[in-house]
């Protein structure tokens, strides 16, 4: 994603990229060593001169040399500055040096970390999927190493949880990735006390409480009837169809076609990610609410809204069914407010009337969540598009349900879970009424195309 002025954007970061790593040694005057990591922690190496003045996009040039790709990497790929703390895709007339300046300036601004931590914390350059590729395009990739490098930035974040799947798609990827890093299945090798050793490299982790104390105690009965990961992976590992005749290479470029096209079934593929939080539903005698933290997924087709602990969808919205805005602490009542996004989208009040429903996301990173959601949406009318897939929990009635789509998928929204205001607007006042569908309470939307989304205003009298 791109932030405002000269910035670039900012997604929070995954829990692999911990580390504190440099990008920038001295070896002279005027020649410094610049060090790419790839998303796998590979290093790659760069002379450059003059590097204050040297751009991202001089630099993307010389890494693709360096790595011998073709030329559609460079709409593939992108820059990444990267921490512990933010990760920002880098635009190509940015330059990097500049910004591994201003690093703390932007880690004041965009996040809620302490002097300490600022001062700590160190950003490299990444070399990661754009943000702006599209998928359609992605699956016209032929060149061996593009798509292996995709494969593993997709298997990273399956496996890392930024991508949650529901258990049996976790079997098909991993069994996939067993036969991408163990060779085609063998009985006498492949058995589930060698997978038990290595899971972690192959299925991501479990949801939720679900790994808990249930499945330890079966486990330490040694009952073999107890569910166990290995064995599904096994089983979905032997069911892949190989195809004995084509050479491995030619087979490994499949199978990373194949993984990267099942990752496109999750909603939230390729997005760029925010931290934030989201107010929790009112519950119990008192009322109690609080904050629940959340990631916002943002890609070309829409906003997803992700349960951080949970690992699943609490709110997916294509930009067809959407209009929204940030605000800034300062325009809060006293002046003393959060930085807050704003989407509203179509709902239902208590009687089944239409009302437009409000949810606030409270994150630093607001600002540049709703400068992406309108460059995206600025990208998308000048671009050919595709045919949009039916919203999630929405699958037409003549097409059987897609595996994704049940009804306890991770990708199907959860709106019961979410504390939202039913809001009109009544003049310069905003109140809480039985609605009539004419105007929005925001003026930010989709200007092109057509949309589902209606906004609402109060009946008249």
């Known amino acids: 994603m791109e932030m405002e002025n000269e910035e670039g954007a900012a997604v929070p970061p995954s829990p692999a990229q911990r580390s504190q790593r440099s990008s920038v040694s001295s070896t002279g005057a005027r020649v410094l060593d610049v060090v790419v990591y790839l998303v796998d922690d590979t290093p790659v190496p760069l002379a450059v001169e003059n590097l204050p003045s040297v751009s991202a996009h001089e630099l993307h040039r010389g890494l693709r040399d360096a790595l011998q790709l073709p030329d559609v990497a460079a709409d593939a790929f992108a820059l990444w500055l990267i921490s512990p703390l933010l990760e920002v895709q880098l635009k190509p007339r940015h330059q990097p040096y500049k910004l591994c300046r201003q690093w703390p300036e932007l880690l004041f601004r965009f996040t809620d970390c302490s002097e300490e931590e600022i001062a700590q914390d160190e950003p490299a350059l990444q070399f990661r999927r754009n943000v702006f590729f599209p998928k359609h395009r992605e699956l016209q990739v032929e060149s061996p190493e593009v798509l292996r490098l995709l494969y593993e930035e997709a298997k990273l974040n399956v496996l890392e949880g930024r991508y949650p799947c529901d258990p049996e798609d976790g079997e098909q990827l991993g069994a996939l990735a067993c036969r991408l890093t163990l060779g085609p299945y063998d009985p006498d090798r492949h058995t589930p006390g060698a997978l038990k050793t290595s899971l972690g490299e192959f299925l991501p982790p479990p949801r939720g409480h679900r790994g ?208 939202t205001i039913d809001y009109v607007e009544d003049g310069q006042e905003i109140r809480r009424v039985k609605p009539r569908r004419t105007a929005s309470f925001f003026t930010r939307q989709l200007s092109h195309g057509p949309t589902t989304y209606v906004p609402v205003r109060p009946a008249e009298a």
Not at 333 to 341: F, P
Request: aromatic residues 8%; charged residues 25%.
């Open 212 to 419: 808990g104390g249930l499945l330890g105690v079966l486990r330490k009965r040694g009952s073999t009837r107890a569910p166990a990961p290995e064995l599904g992976l096994l089983e979905a590992f032997r069911a892949l169809r190989d195809e004995a005749a084509s050479p491995e290479p030619e087979a490994q470029s499949r199978l990373h076609h194949t993984y990267l096209q099942h990752c496109h079934r999750l909603p939230y593929y390729g997005c760029a990610f925010f931290p934030g939080e989201i107010d929790r539903p009112a519950q119990g005698f008192l009322h109690r609410g609080g904050r629940k933290p959340v990631s916002v997924a943002i890609s070309l087709e829409g906003v997803y809204i992700v349960d951080s602990k949970e690992k699943h969808v609490l709110l997916g919205l294509r930009f067809q069914e959407l209009s929204w805005d940030h605000t800034f602490p300062e325009e809060a009542a006293g002046g003393n407010g959060d930085h807050v996004l704003w989407l509203e989208f179509d709902g239902q009040g208590e009687d089944g009337s239409p009302v437009n429903k409000l949810l606030k996301i409270y994150s630093k990173q607001a600002e540049l969540m709703s400068g992406l959601i309108e460059y995206c949406i600025e990208l998308s009318a000048g671009a050919e598009v595709t045919p949009p897939e039916p919203p999630t929990g929405a699958v037409p009635s003549d097409h059987p349900r897609p595996r994704l789509q049940r009804q306890d998928s991770v990708v199907c929204s959860r709106l019961q879970q979410l504390a």
